[in-house]
């Protein structure tokens, strides 16, 4: 109670005592304040400074991240600076004549098949100077694994050397190496006997791809891209081959002999990069690849198919409906890539029929893109004399469009994986490629699968002086029965 008397009789003069200290320390303060007014006003300045340099090095900092990013999230680009084609000895050539007498000793007393064959042979597209493996030529014609063997380090050994000749790349100078041929698989691998050959480093990535079919080649490229863009600054080539030496099939069986009468010698070596220096040099750069694989059909799957005919013979088989396949293929193909090339006035008409077709007018026949307003040149698969006649005719091509193919077709035959390459030359032979060109390759193979390689050529291709033309371009094209 005392103390709260007291408190209260104090009261007044504790709250005065207490305001005059709270206006004594603020009067000071105020005198403080004036005299460091101008130091505060300069270090406000100052701090300013430091915070923009800070902003700016922040910001700096931010975009060469983003940059950094960016670049390395980009796909590398990936060059074709060159390729060579395997050009078989003149003593190789085996004429139509010759294939039937040949067919004839294999056949034995068969006639139906031997007039098959020779049937087949005059309707085929293959001209008199295509080539054969040196156990075809044997009387009797009876290849061995041996003689598929040595089949394929000449093949392969001088296309290899070719390709070194042409561009002065070094074997040791290769990082990666895919090598594909479809049927032949020996042991140790085709790419390890590339490697064996020309003593590559340890530490290259190779794969040897089977079993894929004529459209192997286009395929093997994909792969090399998938690498080179995992891996900057290499080097990758690829080999493309068939070796059919022991895949001469012996038997009657109609839609085995067919394989017989369409395939023919031939390989292809290709260099590919994405290191900066090659980019000068490089013929063309790669665009797209569209692959399509139709193998869940029952249909496609089995058009093409290596198998035993009733008497335990091994051949190939081709099916009657193999053009349908193939046209089915090319289409679903077609699709995945127009978005991609075509014109918008193309897409457009594209889009409006579809959309008739499927809402308005089942009878409305769907619009066919014209794929000659966004390629210059097209590379068709010459498998076959009828293969290239359907394509032709679904996309509408000239007879200039489709010349490379037919007479890819008419000199060499079916090279298999390889043929694409053939057809290129043709048109490099013929002085056709102009910078800024845009190529459309079309591979088609057993499974049954459509891949479509898209080019643009980076240079003015000047006509070769070497490679599988350059001693008979004068001379095509021939007319084709």
Known sequence: ????????????????????????TMHGVRLRLRADLHDLLCLWSLLQLQLDSIYISVISLVAIILGTVYYMSKP???????YACYKPP????????????????????????????KKIVERSGLGPDTHMPPAVHR????????????????????????????????????????????????????????MNKYKMRSDIKSFNLNGMG???????????????????????????????????????????????????????????????????????????????????DDKAYNCIRQTEDAKGMVGTSLSK??????????????????????????????????????FINPKWKPYIPDFKKAFDHFCIHAGGKAVVDE????????????????MALYKFGNTSSSCL??????????????????LWQIGLGSGFKCISAVWKCSRTIETPTDGPWSDCIDKYPVHIP
């Not at 057809?423 to 060109?437: C, F, I, P, T």
Request: proline share 3%; with cysteine; glycine share 6%.
């Open 391 to 406: 394509i032709q005719k679904g996309l509408k091509l000239s007879n200039e469009q489709v010349e490379g193919s037919r």
């Open 139 to 194: 009387n009797p014609p009876r290849p061995t694994f041996d003689d598929s063997y040595v089949e394929a380090q000449t093949t392969i050994f001088a296309v290899m050397d070719s390709l070194f000749e042409k561009t002065g790349l070094r074997p040791r100078d290769i990082n990666i190496l895919v090598v594909n041929s479809c049927i032949y698989c020996p042991t140790p691998s085709i790419s390890a006997m590339i």
């Open 214 to 296: 004529c459209s192997a080649g286009l395929i093997s490229v994909s792969l090399a891209r998938d690498l080179l863009r995992t891996h900057p600054n290499s080097n990758a080539v690829v080999l493309s081959t068939e070796i059919i030496s022991h895949c001469v099939y012996t038997g009657s069986e109609r839609s085995m002999l067919l394989t017989n009468c369409l395939f023919r010698l031939g390989g292809a070596a290709i260099f590919l990069s994405n290191k900066r220096k090659e980019r000068q040099r490089a013929k063309y750069s790669l665009v797209y690849l569209v692959r399509t694989h139709k193998g869940a």
């Open 1 to 24: 109670m005392l103390c709260y008397k007291y408190l209260v009789n104090k009261m007044l003069a504790y709250i005065l005592v207490s305001v005059a200290a709270v206006c004594l």
């Open 76 to 82: 590398c680009k990936v060059f074709l600076v060159d």
């Open 421 to 438: 390459w053939y057809v290129l030359s043709y048109n490099e032979a013929k002085g056709r490629m102009q910078k800024g060109d845009r």
């Open 90 to 117: 003149a003593s190789y050539q085996m004429s139509p004549s010759t294939f039937v007498d040949q067919s004839q000793i294999l056949l034995g007393e068969s006639k139906e098949a031997a007039e098959f064959v």
């Open 321 to 358: 409906e193999l053009t349908i396949i193939a046209g089915d293929a090319l289409k679903a193909n077609m699709t995945s890539l127009g978005h991609l090339v075509l014109p918008a006035s193309e897409q457009l008409w594209f889009a409006l029929t579809f959309i008739g077709h499927k």
